[in-house]
DNA sequence: TCCTTGCCAC
């Protein structure tokens, strides 16, 4: 399955380098055991600039001197420190040599200083793959994964052989770039050079292989590589976890953690973050309370991305206040879990709620981080706070010194948007200092399917075609407005755009968890055994709704037919089916809990409204945006969402 | 001397 690729040549590195075969001969080796110990003891003990003084007083540091000092320097995050050792090391003629070049990599990549990463490459001749190696682990750090695949390929051009360390590097470095391009040609390609060299059988390269076709979206060739992996440990059945519950698998994440445990695989922490993730994916609720009680058993509560991993969890699963109670109980807190707390209030409407807790983590000396303001916006959006909203987006810069990225733009559109401010949202979009991507323009359409505004509409479509000709979501709303307006024959020219293109609308999709196990339901469903018992209580609730003032919203539905064959598609999403099948298999006063793949239709809305009055029942649903919390006939979104 | 998995937003 793998196909040998060759991608375009990528361009040798601007400055050539040759390697220059001059050993090191450091000039008095003159061992100096008493002297290293005292450095080492106030390495050990923290106090550097006493260790600094000593080396001061030393005529004949030694490598091992050095090797202490850079360590703690590193330790320390001192830079200022580690650019006196740095002088100090080429007085003292140590700069050629590649064991303390490599050491000093790695202490100024840990200090975030990579253009002195790079000098200290460019200045060292004897290249050892070990200097390689922690130049490409820098490099890959800072987020240059396009240099070191240059350097990789300047490399093996002139005959460097990589060992399985390098691999490891040049594999994460394809993921490790901001690059618009994407580099899995370049992945595939290390993945033949790694298999040319014999190291299929290494587990530390596949599983890094693993996760780099995870963070591709390539689950298929994830799970390849995994079943034909001779030895697994615990690191890479959780890499493979990661990697279904990344990438709308969640599924096939819990069937793959039931494996895991027959096999007497322990999970740790890190496992446990990615089982939370598929339960909140799915909403499986019982599941996750489940994992709740395996983390309390075996001592993990106290691990930070557990316990975040645990808000979130609750709060997608529509327990929000058990979420709070994880919250509150923990003993710490990191801006992680200031933000689990931030976007879970968002996810419910709870706009003012979540600007509280933004408040509150910046009152406790936590600062913000770029995920704080997307989470916090957010929830603005959904609340219908533009002013707070416009207010925040402007202490961004002004107060914490972050630079909005798209993600922010985007969310800004969304806050103005939705409020039917569509003109000042596009004012945003035209003023942006970066590039509006797709997301921003996603924003904007989407605005203009709330609102019904054909002309922005049209002008975002063109644009968003052009980056993202192949989302069929785009298509979809775009024909959703011109339904709306009822301009038919052009519902009916974006739908052969769609169908020329080979691309398929997204089918909605709901589930509900009856007595822990999760069911699907389609809006065409054949495999339920149920489903014509659903079908007919579908029917039946709608006939008795209407006696209570249901009218079904035909507006929404995408073909010029007959009202009649409009309600019958209406009854048929997915949404009123899983109601049913809720209603069905629960017992009186239980409440349901659904969640479905696409937005709520304003249809399944006021339809869920009634059914709630009507059966005196409390519903939840978790659109792909937020939740709906329908109790006697209201919804928490106040109709706003 | 250097290697593998994880939390928060879309």
Same mark, same amino acid.
């Given at each position: ?128 793959i070990f200097l390689w190696n922690a130049f490409f682990r820098a490099l890959t750090l800072a987020g240059h994964g396009i240099e070191v695949l240059d350097f990789y390929t300047h490399m093996n051009r002139i005959g460097i052989p990589s ?234 810069? $002004? ?11 985007? %969310?800004? #559109? &969304? @806050?103005?948007? !939705? =409020? ?18 797709? $997301? ?11 609102? %019904?505004? #054909? &002309? @922005?509409?049209? !002008? =975002? ?35 052969? @755009? ?16 009856v007595k822990r196990k999760i069911y699907s339901l389609q809006s065409v469903d054949e495999i339920n055994m149920q489903i014509e018992q659903i079908h007919a209580l579908v029917l039946k609730l709608s006939m008795e709704m209407k006696q ?94």
């Amino acid at each position: 399955m793998w196909t040998l690729q060759t991608p375009p040549c990528l361009p040798v590195p601007s400055c050539s380098y040759r390697p220059i075969s001059i050993a090191f001969r450091p000039s008095k080796p003159k061992p100096s055991n008493n002297y290293n110990d005292s450095i080492q003891s106030f390495c050990q003990k923290g106090q550097l600039k006493e260790a600094l003084q000593l080396l001061f007083h030393e005529p004949n540091p030694t490598q091992r001197t050095y090797e202490l000092l850079i360590l703690s320097c590193s330790h320390k995050r001192s830079l200022s420190d580690a650019l006196t050792v740095h002088r100090k090391l080429i007085d003292d003629g140590f700069e050629q040599d590649p064991f303390l070049a490599t050491k000093l990599i790695n202490m100024f990549s840990d200090l975030d200083s990579i253009d002195r990463v790079r000098q200290v490459f460019d200045k060292t001749f004897n290249r050892t793959i070990f200097l390689w190696n922690a130049f490409f682990r820098a490099l890959t750090l800072a987020g240059h994964g396009i240099e070191v695949l240059d350097f990789y390929t300047h490399m093996n051009r002139i005959g460097i052989p990589s060992d399985r360390f390098t691999y490891t590097y040049v594999l994460k470095a394809c993921v490790a770039s901001e690059s618009l391009v994407s580099l899995l040609p370049k992945g595939k390609e290390i993945h033949c050079h790694i298999l040319r060299h014999g190291y299929e059988r290494h587990l530390h390269i596949m599983t890094t292989l693993i996760d780099v076709y995870a963070r591709f979206g390539c689950v298929g060739s994830a799970s390849c590589v995994f079943s034909q992996m001779p030895q697994k440990n615990l690191v890479s059945w959780s890499a493979m976890l990661a990697c279904y519950a990344k990438n709308g698998k969640p599924l096939d994440a819990l069937e793959l953690f039931r494996e895991m445990m027959s096999n007497a695989l322990l999970p740790n922490s890190v496992t446990m973050v990615s089982v939370l993730q598929a339960c909140a994916a799915l909403a499986a609720l019982e599941q996750g309370k489940i994992l709740h009680g395996y983390i309390l058993r075996k001592g993990l509560d106290s691990i930070l991305p557990v316990l975040s991993a645990l808000v979130t969890m609750y709060a997608k699963c529509g327990a929000l206040e058990l979420g709070r109670r994880v919250f509150d109980q923990m003993g710490k807190r990191d801006v992680v879990a200031w933000n689990s707390m931030i976007s879970s209030y968002g996810l419910y409407g709870f706009g003012a709620k979540s600007i509280e807790i933004f408040r509150e983590m910046i009152r406790h000396g936590v600062s913000p981080s770029p995920i704080s303001f997307v989470s916090v916006l957010g929830a603005c959006s959904h609340a219908g706070l533009v002013a707070e909203g416009k207010q925040l987006f402007d202490s961004m810069s $002004k107060e914490h010194k972050i630079y909005p990225s798209v993600e922010h733009y985007a %969310c800004m #559109v &969304d @806050l103005l948007g !939705r =409020a039917n401010q569509l003109e000042e949202a596009a004012i945003i979009i035209q003023d942006m200092r970066i590039e509006p991507g797709p $997301k921003v323009w996603g924003s904007l359409l989407g605005s203009c399917r709330i609102h %019904c505004n #054909v &002309d @922005l509409a049209e !002008r =975002a479509s063109r644009r968003l075609f052009e980056l993202e000709p192949t989302n069929a979501g785009n298509y979809v709303l775009l024909a959703d407005i011109y339904a709306e307006a009822r301009m038919w024959d052009k519902v009916k020219q974006v739908k052969k @755009l769609l169908e020329a293109k080979g691309l398929r609308k997204v089918s909605g999709c709901s589930w509900i968890e009856v007595k822990r196990k999760i069911y699907s339901l389609q809006s065409v469903d054949e495999i339920n055994m149920q489903i014509e018992q659903i079908h007919a209580l579908v029917l039946k609730l709608s006939m008795e709704m209407k006696q209570n003032g249901y009218v079904p919203d035909t507006r929404i539905v995408l073909y010029d037919l007959e009202e009649e064959e409009k309600e019958r598609i209406l009854l048929g999403h997915s949404e009123k089916l899983a109601v049913a099948f809720g209603l069905i298999n629960s017992s009186k006063g239980e409440t349901i809990r659904i969640s479905k793949n696409l937005r709520l239709c304003e249809d399944c809305h006021s339809f869920t409204k009634l059914i709630s009055k009507y059966t005196n029942r409390e519903i939840l649903v978790r659109d792909i945006n937020r939740f709906h919390h329908f109790r006697n006939g209201v919804c928490s979104c106040g109709d706003y969402w």
